[in-house]
T-cell receptor, first 111, second 113 residues
């Protein structure tokens, strides 16, 4: 039981490049979330999903797209990376009411 | 959106109890109260959650006011490993935003030896 895993752990991009972050969970959770955390700040919700095939916008969705084609995976895409997207990205999953489990994070730097 | 208010920081001494307050005056009847903590350089970790009744688990206790407009996370004996940022969150369990989990700024807890 691996819990929530994130791929990759680190990435450096140039401005304008694209990339996809993968979040996978093996707990059969319905809900999945993508957050970003800038240095010294709290977590901000980017997008979330309440089930396979569904996604919804969070607090800071601009510049990101997501997909939930399989229940266990939640992908976060950056189509044209900008320096303002330099951050640590956390994925989480949960069942309906209990607490959420978080992944270890992906540290992204955009030059 | 689901908002909570917490003090920016609190301090405690090791082995003393810690009471971390949270205000959620506009909470709806279907919102759960969740607490998470984040240790330095790690992802958030679930601590406890509740709806109306007080809750206990191996990590902490959660005391919920009768009107549900506030709650308190209780660490019975603080250790140095409890130094972290503690987040109080209202989790939508119904309505158009059900499942949404939004974090605020949290309370930075410092534990002194």
């Amino acid at each position: 039981n691996a819990g929530v895993t994130q791929t990759p752990k680190f990435r450096v991009l140039k401005t304008g490049q694209s990339m996809t972050l993968l979040c996978a969970q093996d707990m059969n959770h319905e809900y999945m979330y993508w957050y970003r955390q800038d240095p010294g700040m709290g977590l901000r919700l980017i997008h979330y999903s309440v089930g396979e095939g569904t996604t919804a916008k969070g607090e800071v969705p601009d510049g990101y797209n997501v997909s939930r084609l399989k229940k266990q995976n939640f992908l976060l895409g950056l189509e044209s990376a900008a320096p303002s997207q330099t951050s640590v990205y956390f994925c989480a999953s949960s069942a309906r009411t209990p607490g959420a489990f978080f992944g270890p994070g992906t540290r992204l730097t955009v030059l | 959106d689901a908002k909570t208010t917490q003090p920016n920081s609190m301090e405690s001494n090791e082995e003393e109890p810690v009471h971390l307050p949270c205000n959620h005056s506009t909470i709806s009847g279907t919102d759960y109260i969740h607490w998470y903590r984040q240790l330095p350089s790690q992802g958030p970790e679930y601590v406890i959650h509740g709806l109306t009744s007080n809750v206990n688990n191996r990590m902490a206790s959660l005391a919920i006011a009768e009107d549900r407009k506030s709650s308190t996370l209780i660490l019975h004996r603080a250790t140095l490993r409890d130094a972290a940022v503690y987040y109080c969150i209202r989790r939508n369990a119904g309505g158009t935003s059900y499942g949404k989990l939004t974090f605020g700024q949290g309370t930075i807890l410092t534990v002194h030896p």
